[in-house]
Each structure stands twice: as C-alpha cells, then as structure tokens.
C-alpha cells in the first residue's frame, strides 16, 4: 500500500487495513453450465454472491445468494447485485425474451420485496404493458416513477428493502428516472426524451439539459454525474468536460466512500489476473492511497466472471481469495474487509 502526504488528503487517510472475513461457496461447475459472477458485500458483514446457471433458453440465469461467514444464506434473490445497501441489496434480473420482466428486489435483512419495471410484450398487445422507472439516493431510500393504462402516471417511494413507505403520487405526465444525486435531485427525462432535473416529488427545477445520457453514468461527490456527455452538475443544464483524472479512468468502477467525501477506483482489467488494484481518490482526483490486494491461491481458467475486487456499502471490499475445482464441483472463496474504506 502507498500513501499521499497531500494536503488534500488528510481527512481520508490513513487507510488500516483490518482482518479480512473468509467466505467460500461451493457450487456445480462449469462442466454443469453454472459459474460464479462475482460477489459484493454490504455494510452489515453479508456477502451478496453472484450464481449465474444457463437455463437452456433465451433468459437471464443469475441469482444472488446473501451469506455470512459461516456459510448460511439468508435470501436467494433473482438477479445481479445493482447496489449494495448498508443492510443489503438491491439486484435486478433482465428480461431477454417474450413475456419476461426486469425485476428489481430489495432485501434489507427482513422481507424480500419486488418490483416489475417492465415485460417484454409484441408491438400489437394492447393497451400497453405498465412500466417503472427507479433510482436510489444516498440514504438508500428508492423512487420509482410508473405508468399505467388503469392509474396513469405516478410516483412510488420505497425503503431500501423496496417496501412502500408512502401512498402513490400521481403525476401530470410520463417520466422516467435516470437518477437521484447527491444534493438529492431527480435527474428524469418525460415522453419526448428531454432531460431535466426535479425535485423528489416529480416537480421540474430546471430547463431542458442540452445533451443526451447513453449507458451507465457515475455519482459524483457532492452531487451532479460522470456520463457519456462528459460531467453533469448538480441542477446544471450544460455538460462540461470531465476533468483529465475522471477521463483516464472511465473503464473502471467509482464508488463513494469515506462518508459519501471521497471515491474508490477499482480498474476493470489488469495485465496481472492474480493482482488486483484499488486506488482512493480525493474529490479533486488526487491519488490519496493505493492499495493492492494479491488472489492467494490464484491460479489462471477461475470458473469465475465479472471484477474479482467490489466495493460495497460503508467502505467495505470484497476480493476473490481463490478456486479449485474437482470432476463437477468448484469451491471459490471470498474475502471480505468490512468497512475498510468507511
């Protein structure tokens, strides 16, 4: 690990790195058509591991396995892991063929809650399927703006386990969220495509955005978003250019730490697939800390996809520690480092 005496710096370091939790799971291998895609932790000491198993027709296969240490799991939930949550997960699983839906699932250490985002139906069903939109803010609360033939447009809140806190909010026309920043802003775009910033409750706050927003995009400290159009301020309606420590840094997964102050930076690729790198950046982009975590028992051909280093909620980091695999069954391991990056 190395550490930057930079001014800039000060309130996130140092970093003390403390001792890892080990997990393992054990699972049918690839030769049965299932590997494992991961895992992330939350800020409560579970492990939200990844599954992926071929269904044998055009369908998403993954589920997440909410452990503990001692091997117990607590929720199957359908899906991958799309945020992880101080006490759990949110997960989606994706619709590929007629008549299957995006779900969104929360679990949040009771009750597994579900919501439909939307079914893949022919053009000629009618009338429309209904359909929501979601986004989740800091405090892991989470809106969701629907429609419906029957209710019309509206607006849902959720607790991070997606149970409904409140009565449904109609609203004058048809949004879709894209997200909830920071300042706790609601980035959404109506019918035609137009993006404007709002408040929680569906109100417009600003002009239209000039510009459009392709793909995933990243929240920024402070509030605003890193995007395809380059950095969106916080209720700004013009893009601007990202700065050059964000723009060498695009392939790679940016997550919020240190209080939601400062990022960690987790490269998707490395020459070294036994090596894996994280660095901790001040909000200005300067490299407060690097830290490098070695796969113990590494060993190339892991029936294993997707990053084998996450950050999860409150700081904590999840790293592959490690596979072996005999006739049909694998066991990979995990270790875990709760809140090291609180």
């Not at 932790?41 to 396995?65: E, F, I, K, N, W």
Request: hydrophobic share 40%; charged share 15%.
């Amino acid at each position: 690990m190395t550490q930057s005496d930079a001014a800039q710096c000060a309130a996130f370091l140092p970093v003390t790195v403390p001792e890892p939790v080990l997990f393992t799971k054990s699972f049918l291998g690839p030769s049965m058509g299932t590997v494992n895609c991961g895992a992330v932790p939350d800020g409560d000491g579970h492990l939200g591991v990844c599954m992926y198993s071929d269904p044998g027709y055009p369908a998403d296969g993954s589920r997440t396995q909410v452990m503990t240490a001692d091997g117990a799991t607590l929720a199957t939930l359908p899906g991958t892991v799309v945020r992880s949550e101080q006490h759990g997960f949110l997960t989606l699983l994706g619709a590929v063929d007629y008549g299957q839906s995006d779900i969104l699932t929360g679990w949040n250490g009771g009750a597994t809650n579900s919501l439909r985002l939307r079914i893949i139906l022919p053009s000629t069903v009618q009338p429309d399927p209904p359909f929501c939109s979601w986004a989740a803010a800091a405090d892991s609360s989470v809106t969701a703006a629907c429609w419906s033939a029957q209710a019309g447009a509206s607006l849902h809140r959720f607790d991070s386990g997606l149970a409904e806190t409140a009565a449904a909010l109609p609203l004058p026309e048809t949004i879709g969220v894209y997200g909830i920043d920071e300042q706790g802003l609601m980035l959404a775009a109506d019918a035609s495509g137009t993006l404007r910033w709002r408040e929680l409750d569906g109100s417009v706050l600003s002009g239209p955005i000039a510009g459009t927003i392709s793909g995933p995009f990243r929240t920024l400290v402070g509030g605003g978003y890193d995007t395809s159009s380059g950095v969106l301020p916080s209720g700004s309606t013009q893009f601007v250019p990202r700065p050059q420590w964000l723009a060498q840094r695009t392939d790679g997964d940016l997550s919020l730490i240190r209080g939601r102050r400062a990022y960690a930076y987790v490269p998707r690729g490395s020459s070294d697939e036994c090596t894996h790198r994280l660095e901790v950046l001040a909000p200005d982009g300067t490299v407060c800390a690097t830290v490098t975590i070695a796969e113990p028992k590494c060993s190339p051909g892991a029936p294993v996809i997707n990053p084998a280093l996450r950050v999860g909620a409150e700081g904590s980091v999840a790293g592959r520690a490690g596979w072996y695999c005999h006739d049909d069954t694998c066991l990979v391991a995990f270790r875990v480092w709760n809140h090291l990056l609180q």
